[in-house]
């Protein structure tokens, strides 16, 4: 079975630095795709990023950008600039290539201070 | 309406109580999934459903929980005789049917149950 690991149960940064949010996980299979939630207290989960397992460019969105590494089964999220709008719980999800359901890790509650 | 929607917001019941959970997913998504959310959590995989059928209920934990969407839209999860272990948030999604750009799942607010 496949499983997410979050090993960071709080991080924190001051605004305007740049932040690096762990995840591995562990699966036997070759097409999957990975992707970064964000919670914050209303409770909605928020996409971040999504990368294809089947792509090697690491995935970018405005400050939010990934570190892929495949072989590792590492999937880091780095946020840079960090607003303080960027405090919330990050979830890293995993989802295998042959059904829909999403695999969360524990999350991560990102603090930012000014 | 613009997003995944969820009704009630916040439901307190007593244990043994019959408890049910709406959700409205994005016009035009045909999947939705429902997922468990416990404190200190991430959430956990109910049921998805493509349309009206339920494509993979494998996450119900017991015969107490199940789930509904009669037209393909809107869904409703129905919890039998309550226990305080169903004490979570319940998160729904709602995502366009496969595809590998377009089937991002899109979450609602969530209900956040508490058992008695």
């Known amino acids: 079975a496949q499983t997410v690991t979050q090993s960071q149960p709080e991080m924190s940064v001051q605004e305007a630095e740049t932040v690096t949010l762990s995840c591995t996980y562990d699966?036997?299979?070759?097409?999957?795709?990975l992707f970064w939630y964000k919670q914050p207290p209303s409770r909605q989960m928020i996409l971040v990023i999504r990368?294809?397992?089947?792509?090697?460019q690491n995935a970018t969105e405005n400050r939010f950008s990934v570190n892929f590494q495949k072989a590792a089964k590492s999937f880091s999220l780095k946020i840079s600039d960090s607003q303080l709008g960027d405090a919330a719980m990050y979830f890293c999800?995993?989802?295998?290539?042959?059904?829909?359901?999403?695999?969360f890790g524990t999350g991560t509650r990102l603090q930012v201070f000014p | 309406g613009a997003g995944v929607s969820q009704t009630p917001s916040n439901k307190v019941t007593e244990k043994g109580k019959y408890v049910e959970l709406r959700c409205d997913p994005i016009?035009?998504?045909?999947?939705l999934y429902w997922y468990r959310q416990s404190l200190g959590q991430g959430p956990e995989f109910l049921i998805y459903?493509?349309?009206?059928?339920?494509?993979?209920d494998s996450g119900l934990p017991n015969d107490r929980f199940f789930a509904v969407r009669p037209e393909g839209s809107v869904s409703t999860l129905k919890i039998q005789r309550t226990e305080r272990g169903d004490s979570a948030v319940y998160l729904c999604?709602?995502?366009?049917?496969?595809?590998?750009?377009?089937?991002?799942?899109?979450f609602g607010p969530g209900t956040r149950l508490t058992v008695l």
């Open positions: 999604a709602s995502s366009l049917p496969g595809g590998r750009n377009t089937d991002t799942q899109y």
């Open positions: 699966t036997s299979e070759s097409d999957y795709y």
């Open positions: 990368q294809e397992a089947y792509k090697q």
């Open positions: 999800a995993y989802r295998s290539g042959n059904t829909d359901k999403l695999i």
């Open positions: 016009s035009g998504h045909t999947a």
């Open positions: 459903f493509q349309g009206t059928g339920a494509a993979d």
